[in-house]
Antibody, heavy 122, light 106 residues
Framework: EVQLVESGGGLVQPGRSLRLSCVASGFSLDEYAMHWVRQVPGKGLEWVSGIDWNSRSTGYADSVKGRFTISRDNAKNSLYLQMNSLRAEDTALYYC???????????????WGQGTLVTVSS | DIQMTQSPSTLSASVGDRVTITCRASQSISSWLAWYQQKPGKAPKLLIYKASRLESGVPSRFSGTGSGTEFTLTITSLQPDDFATYYCQQYIVYSTFGPGTKVDIK
């Protein structure tokens, strides 16, 4: 059974940093591109960032470019999101999601975690 | 950037109704469109990809049509389990979601 379990969320002050993690099981992580998608509670979905199977290609939404860094460790079945210079508008539930392809192309998400909540507030 | 819009934002319907949701892209995305269903407190679930292809395990009462800039999701004979929010997503260039359509009980 495919499972994605996020962790690392919490309350953080504006301007500070946070690192999210996602542990994958039930499939070979190195066969898929992986992504972070966020959702402000009660609002819509926003793709945040993606990384291809071997970390050679990454992509970011304009809203986080230059502040967030996505990475992965296939040996540890893990995906990460380093979030720096956090802002109030980054407050959201952050989902880890699996893409159906290994490359950062034709990105649709067939499996999602349950999310980890990030709250940016002083 | 490609922008996605959906209409209506909310739709009230009864069990057994035929329901249609429209999604529009700000520029042509060919058929690179997916539809997701999300229930409160749950992660989204992929229903349809490539505009009209049904994801494995999804009931056949769900169908999708369209290409270019205009797309529709249709649910024939709405079931109690279908009351949820539906999002379209373009994936020709990275990914952008529509704002969502909430289907609630009339």
């Amino acid at each position: 059974e495919v499972q994605l379990v996020e962790s690392g969320g919490g309350l953080v002050q504006p301007g500070r940093s946070l690192r999210l993690s996602c542990v994958a099981s039930g499939f070979s992580l190195d066969e898929y591109a992986m992504h972070w998608v966020r959702q402000v509670p009660g609002k819509g979905l926003e793709w945040v960032s993606g990384i291809d199977w071997n970390s050679r290609s990454t992509g970011y939404a304009d809203s986080v470019k230059g502040r967030f860094t996505i990475s992965r460790d296939n040996a540890k079945n893990s995906l990460y999101l380093q979030m720096n210079s956090l802002r109030a508008e980054d407050t959201a539930l952050y989902y880890c999601a699996r893409s159906t392809r290994a490359q950062l192309l034709q990105i649709r998400f067939d499996y999602w975690g349950q999310g980890t909540l990030v709250t940016v507030s002083s | 950037d490609i922008q996605m819009t959906q209409s209506p934002s909310t739709l009230s319907a009864s069990v057994g109704d035929r329901v249609t949701i429209t999604c529009r892209a700000s520029q042509s995305i060919s058929s690179w469109l997916a539809w997701y269903q999300q229930k409160p407190g749950k992660a989204p679930k992929l229903l349809i990809y490539k505009a009209s292809r049904l994801e494995s395990g999804v009931p056949s009462r769900f169908s999708g049509t369209g290409s270019g800039t205009e797309f529709t999701l249709t649910i024939t004979s709405l079931q109690p389990d279908d009351f949820a929010t539906y999002y379209c997503q373009q994936y020709i260039v990275y990914s952008t979601f529509g704002p969502g359509t909430k289907v609630d009980i009339k």
